[in-house]
């Protein structure tokens, strides 16, 4: 594994009193700060809070906002709530599966992009709606996918894609 | 037009109109105003409000007390705005709303059937004031039910009158607020605490959220009165990761309460203290299920109980616990503040008061709205949300999010109550409303509500878990056109054993989207079983696209929007479809005007 | 208290759990995830009953529903037969070579399933006895992992546990035999990590882990005989009370 600096990961356990009940808010910082749950830091908060890995492993892989997985460096996620998905949120999903060659809940083999699928972002008004890091996406077509793919600069399987 | 005292100009900072790029809009219209301050007579302050509601014409602007409303306002119509309205009381026209039931452009809200049938209680803040402003929730009244209640009545008569209002929860079953309450008041046991369900795990509705961004005092303010009432001394708000700008305006309003005594020990001077925290939710529908939130606030996995022992008695850490949906909190102070006689005469014999939904889908006015128990689903939809969008058919209404059923176009003027939504296999749940029409399809509804269940589901107990799993994989069958005789039967069989057996409400109301479009539109079923076609052209391995040449004016609208380049032929001439290159998205034939674009079943015969 | 169960009057105390009752009286219930020594699960919904009250006929999990009314209790309906079959049904989709289940199966007349997929290596049923039998033994090596129709129990990241101390609690309490323990040449092969087996002092079998006598001995002291397997040890208690009757 990658070598990494944990020790942010410190500065946050600290911010909270060693007790089960602050579990979920510990990991959801770290999950903010390093984009997933690095295992020794799993490790580091087993000791903290005198819970064991079992249980960090079983809460860390139940919640859908924490990742045991790196995420990319841009996140797209594709709106599939009802209204987005009855807009045919689908076809924009499917046209950035061929376009990355990626399924949701992976990231791209570069570690640029992820793909995520949400539910309801309040915005139905728009839908479909897609979101990359914090921008928003409205009335998306899935002819619009890959120009809007490509602000973020050149797609890694460029030429190899016709 | 006013030309004395403040003028206000309430920009929406909701969230449809935010990703319609209305911060910047109020940007704008802060730094021209401070230019041409000089020259206005009135003092002029500009405020990022809530969602209005009208989400579909967003960004929308309003001008106080002039009534003037604005839509669909971009950056490049600030000056206009400033330069007309501001300093020469003009309205810009283009800006104004176009009412379809006058056939012309009106000024006020007042003035558009969107806003006439409304009524706001638990939104009556929302869009009206700032919600970073304590002052402008006190200036609306707030607090003042808080006020009376900590001075002038005992916990007994605050739960009577809740009782009396026939306030039930908004947050899905409909459970008597009033009731609850007295139950916990009645346990003798201490800390109690309660809770506010911001979890809005609903995948298609932004109800709560609304309020908790637009208007999060009456929500602190609902605790407040209920912790009194039950005797309780710490609560906890949970909402959903995702709602960062909910959990920063509550988590705003939190400090400012504590700051002017609303929050803390001896709450105005009453000796009365209580103190709430936020709880962010990890991302997990189950987790808007009580015992699961509970669970889940004591940082475990979030897996709900049997609850023949209800939390009301046993609740979060073992302790009695209040919990109730935002919604709910919301109206508590209205009902405290106007009596309950005035409230329980709003609604319904069994359900009183209004209802919030967020009305999204294939209809006009997409938004936010909040109207009386016992309005009629055409009322709300046709009036309210202008009936269906780009004039196409309306086929059926879905109400309680994964919980909830569609109700077909026969049902369309039942009101929408408890009950009522009950009776047609449906549900009330928090308030999603989405309105569908024919180019949706019903299996495919069905199947999309089990596959979010199916990730949603906490895998506890062998009927959800395993259940959800085998109906979904019928209908993926179905969808795909490897449908059975007798899966139809399957799936009613499984679903009935579901809503018994299951552990929690999930898994009990997990078969509703599937048992009522059973219920509805079994010729839909049966076509997509036995003639292996999808009569809304949606399950793709069942449809072809073709363009009827006798049609296709050939504009090439088509032809610029196809992703796949699988429309062949020359502007002016009729188009055609490559099928080996289509890969059945749609857009053609969403965006032909001319309904040129056809589908037919798989089976090349059927035509 | 009296309640009436399939048409059987039964003594109940308050609050007392309706299985329990029902069985006290002879009465079958058929049941997966129950065990007595831990109970509480109520993930497998075999047990569901219907209880009638006045007018009000509903499904309950009979390990779980305490009684606190005289009530009527149906264990065998026609509708709890049916849902029970359509419970079975799923069951045997899951694991479908189980014996466990094939028994339930053809007890209750259904056939070898064939509509849905299936994976005939699965024996698990999720009923999570395992997990509760690791933390009351207090090791937490084992727990559910993820969610819905992902989930399932594992140790932390798939890789054998640095806690687990091979005793085989999880395997003793599981109701399908669904876990994976084998002893070979003095090897316990557990949950992805291999274990040293130790012999009984006294009758030389192969009984236990080393971890396993390690922890007990931490945990209990060193003079309560972890040196003996289960039946030797029963002798060695047998035999010291015999010793002390006879003076
Ligand atoms: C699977 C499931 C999900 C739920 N999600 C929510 C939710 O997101 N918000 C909510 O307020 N209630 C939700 N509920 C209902 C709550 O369990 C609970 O009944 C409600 O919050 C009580 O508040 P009320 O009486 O004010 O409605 C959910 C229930 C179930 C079974
Ligand atoms: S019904 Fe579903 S969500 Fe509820 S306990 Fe069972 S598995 Fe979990
Ligand atoms: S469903 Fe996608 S924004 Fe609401
Ligand atoms: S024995 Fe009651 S649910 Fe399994």
Known sequence: MELKDFSYARTILEQYPPERRFLLAILQDIQKHYNYIPRPILEMLRDYLDVPLSKLYSVATFYKALSLKPKGRYVIKVCDGTACHLKSSQSIIDEIKKVLKIVPGSTTGDGKFSLETVNCLGSCAVSPVMVINDRFYGRVTPSRVREILEEYGRLENEQTWK | MSKHGNRTILVCCGPGCLSNHSMDVYEELKARISQAKIKAEVKTEVKATGCHGLCEKGPLVRIEPDDIFYTGVKVSDVPEIVEKTLLNHQVVEKLLYHEPSVGRKVISPKQTRFYKKQMKLALRNVGEIDPSSIEDYIHRGGYKALGRVLSELSPDEVITEIEKSGLRGRGGAGFPTGWKWRQCARMQYYPKYVICNGDEGDPGAFMDRCIMEGDPHSVIEGMVIGAYAVGSHEGFIYIRDEYFLAIRNMSHAIEQARDKGFLGKNILGSNFDFDVQIVRGGGAFVCGESTALMASIEGKVGEPRAKYIRSVERGLWGKPTVLNNVETWANVPVIMDRGAEWFSSIGTENSKGTKVFSLVGKVQNTGLIEVPMGMTLREIIFDIGGGIAGGRKFKAVQTGGPSGGCIPESLIDLPVDFDSLNNAGSMMGSGGMIVMDDRTCMVDVARFYLTFLSEESCGKCVPCREGIRRMLEILNEICEGRGQPDDLDTLAELGEMLKEASLCGLGKSAPNPVLTTLRYFKDEYLAHVNEKTCPAGVCKNLTVYYIDESQCKGCGLCQKNCPSHAVEGQRGQPFAIDETKCIKCGSCMDVCRFGAVRIRGRDKSWK | ?247
């Open chain 3, 1 to 247: 208290m009296e309640i009436i169960i399939d048409g059987k009057k039964c003594e109940a105390q308050y609050g007392e759990y309706l299985l329990d009752i029902a069985r006290k009286n002879g009465i079958h219930i058929p049941t997966l995830c129950h065990s007595d020594a831990l109970p509480g699960q109520a993930t497998c919904r075999l047990c569901i009953v219907e209880v009638v009250e006045g007018s009000r006929r509903r499904v309950v999990t009979s390990c779980v529903f305490p009684v606190t009314r005289e009530v009527e209790v149906f264990t065998n309906s026609e509708k709890i037969r049916r849902m029970r079959k359509n419970i079975i049904r799923l069951l045997s989709a899951r694991a479908p070579k189980n014996e466990f289940i094939q028994k339930l199966r053809e007890e209750y007349g259904l056939l070898q399933e064939t509509r849905f997929a299936v994976d005939e290596k699965e024996n698990c049923i999720l009923c999570g006895l395992c997990v509760r039998a690791c933390e009351e033994m207090g090791i937490f090596a084992i727990s559910t992992v993820n969610r819905g129709i992902e989930k399932k129990v594992s140790t932390p990241f798939d890789e054998a546990s640095d806690v687990c101390i091979g005793c085989g609690a999880c395997a003793f309490v599981c109701p399908t035999r669904a876990i994976n323990i084998m002893d070979e040449n003095g090897v316990r092969h557990l949950w992805n990590k291999e274990f040293q087996l130790v012999k009984c002092q006294k009758c030389g079998e192969y009984f236990t882990t080393r971890e396993h006598q390690e922890y007990m001995k931490q945990k209990f002291g060193e003079d309560n005989n972890y040196t003996l397997c289960e039946k030797c040890r029963k002798k060695a208690a047998g035999e010291k009370m015999a010793e002390c009757y006879r003076i």
